[in-house]
């Protein structure tokens, strides 16, 4: 028993007195200053995991591909004020809904952004799998290519549980993505759907989300042009980061939009619906 606690003891125990630094950005967009200092307004830290949520059709791919594409090229002329700090990790994406066809096309996205080959890129269709078989694959690659890894995206987290309204299941694969991002010290960004008519998370598997994520990402849709979505940080445990507006072009590429930009392709609109 003494043992256990020990072991546990180790584990868990923080000291009130000692210098723990703040965890490092892995994204980041915009900046904040102290003093004279300029830091990165962090989407996501290493060691811990953030969630985009959205109606279906919100384009939440596309706003994937581009945190993707940022993070493998640390800047792109297309993404703005949107900055990766990679440190020469790898990036694991898995997309949990498409099949092969569409889930590649997300993919190639990723590397037109980015203008990067896919040596430090690892993409996984895992629609053919099982709930079980996708759960056990991510715990396979962690263990095989944890120790190079950087960031994680789960691109469909909800088909890692049968029902995303079973509490004991939903806590525990929130749990799992917990301590996959602090064993690892990884940045996982998990995405889901919204409920129908509302901003909040599908089932108790968003509620188990919210409650533990350290950013928590809202994609709306323009009622005045379908082809722009905004991005708002809708809780944050460190700054949060300004709101943004992206635009998908007919060539499929999503590309942040500067102030002026909004203005003229919104007409000064406000409205947004989910």
Not at 131 to 151: A, K
Not at 167 to 192: A, N, T
Not at 230 to 245: D, G, L
Not at 266 to 272: K, Q, R
Request: hydrophobic share 35%; net charge neutral.
């Amino acid at each position: 028993m003494q043992d256990k606690f020990n072991l546990l003891s180790n584990k868990t125990y923080v000291d009130p007195k000692e210098s723990i630094e703040y965890p490092p950005v892995a994204l980041s967009y915009g900046q904040y200053k102290i003093k004279d200092n300029y830091y990165p307004i962090p989407i996501g830290t290493y060691g811990n995991f953030s969630f985009i949520q959205a109606a279906p059709k919100s384009k939440k791919t596309f706003l994937v591909s581009m945190l993707c594409a940022v993070y493998l090229a640390d800047k792109t002329k297309l993404t703005g004020n949107i900055k990766g700090h990679r440190r020469n990790l790898r990036l694991v994406h898995f997309d949990t809904e498409q099949g092969r066809f569409h889930a590649q096309k997300v993919f190639k996205r990723v590397l037109d952004i980015s203008r990067n080959n896919n040596e430090m890129y690892d993409t996984y269709a895992l629609r053919v799998l099982s709930v079980q078989e996708r759960v056990d694959f991510i715990e396979l690659y962690l263990q095989r290519y944890g120790s190079e890894l950087g960031m994680m995206v789960i691109d469909g987290v909800a088909d890692l549980v049968m029902d995303v309204n079973d509490i004991k299941e939903s806590s525990d694969i929130v749990q799992r993505i917990l301590r996959w991002s602090e064993f690892y010290d990884i940045h996982i960004i998990c995405v889901i759907h919204t409920n129908f008519n509302s901003n909040k998370a599908t089932g108790h598997l968003g509620s188990h989300l919210e409650k533990k994520t350290e950013t928590q990402i809202q994609l709306n849709v323009s009622e005045e042009n379908e082809d722009i979505v905004k991005v708002t940080c809708k809780r944050s445990r460190s700054f949060a980061f300004e709101e943004f507006n992206f635009e998908v072009t007919k060539n499929g590429i999503p590309i942040v939009l500067d102030k002026i930009d909004d203005i003229l392709k919104l007409n000064n609109g406000t409205n947004f619906k989910f």
